[in-house]
């Protein structure tokens, strides 16, 4: 499985807005990118997905480098309920095995 | 709200007892359900994948005849550890998939004393 890396922890200030990185130097071309995100004793929650374009939901938006090599989740406007730690995860389309690396951990202060 | 729920919350057992714990898809069907688990600190790992019908896929280093995963219905996949040791206290979560995403149960804390 192609590996990400994320930086192992972030800090940023509530309502402002929030760049978090993913590389995926070794991504393949029917990798989707994944982010997911867990708040404290709770299981993990869906964020986003995305190939090519980049992505906007109600929660974040993903952006995605033209080489595909790297991408960045965005919240527009973090809140403290935003304080958890995210995951970027390559999966191959049909799969569903999703293998966790240590994400970020990202703190808003109020 | 929740899509997949857990049950139980959060388990105390003594040493050498076994405990069940459920994990149901609420409004879909699941084939195939996923089971992690987590020690404090560290991230999510995945412990085996459940099929409905079939033998559960173990990890690598996953003993699957201390987790005993049960797949007998479309919306109920069951990990039970048998013979439960200190070592195994964690954090269990499992997952079902719908459509493009994954829902994952709100987890199970285990304390073995």
């Known amino acids: 499985d192609a590996k990400t890396t994320q930086p192992n922890s972030m800090e940023s200030n509530e309502e402002e807005p929030v760049h978090l990185p993913c590389n995926h130097s070794t991504i393949s071309g029917t990798d989707y990118i994944h982010w997911y995100r867990q708040l404290p004793s709770q299981g993990p929650e869906y964020v986003i997905h995305?190939?090519?374009s980049n992505v906007n939901n109600r929660m974040a938006s993903l952006a995605i480098a033209e080489d595909r090599k790297s991408s960045t989740l965005i919240l527009h406007r973090a809140t403290l309920r935003d304080a958890a730690v995210y995951y970027c995860i390559l999966l191959i389309q049909g799969a569903q095995k999703l293998v966790f690396g240590q994400g970020t951990r990202l703190t808003i202060n109020p | 709200g929740a899509v997949v729920s857990q049950h139980p919350s959060w388990v105390i057992c003594k040493s050498g007892t076994s405990v069940k714990i459920e994990c149901r898809s609420l409004d879909f069907q699941a084939t195939t359900m996923f089971w992690y688990r987590q020690f404090p600190k560290q991230s999510l790992m995945l412990m085996a994948t459940s099929n409905e019908g079939s033998k559960a896929t173990y990890e690598q280093g996953v003993e699957k005849d201390k987790f005993l995963i049960n797949h007998a219905s479309l919306t109920l996949s069951t990990l039970t550890v048998t013979s439960a040791h200190p070592e195994d206290s964690s954090f269990y979560i499992c997952?079902?998939?719908?459509?493009?995403?994954?829902?994952f149960g709100q987890g199970t804390r285990l304390t073995v004393v």
């Open positions: 995305g190939l090519t």
């Open positions: 997952s079902a998939w719908r459509v493009t995403e994954a829902f």
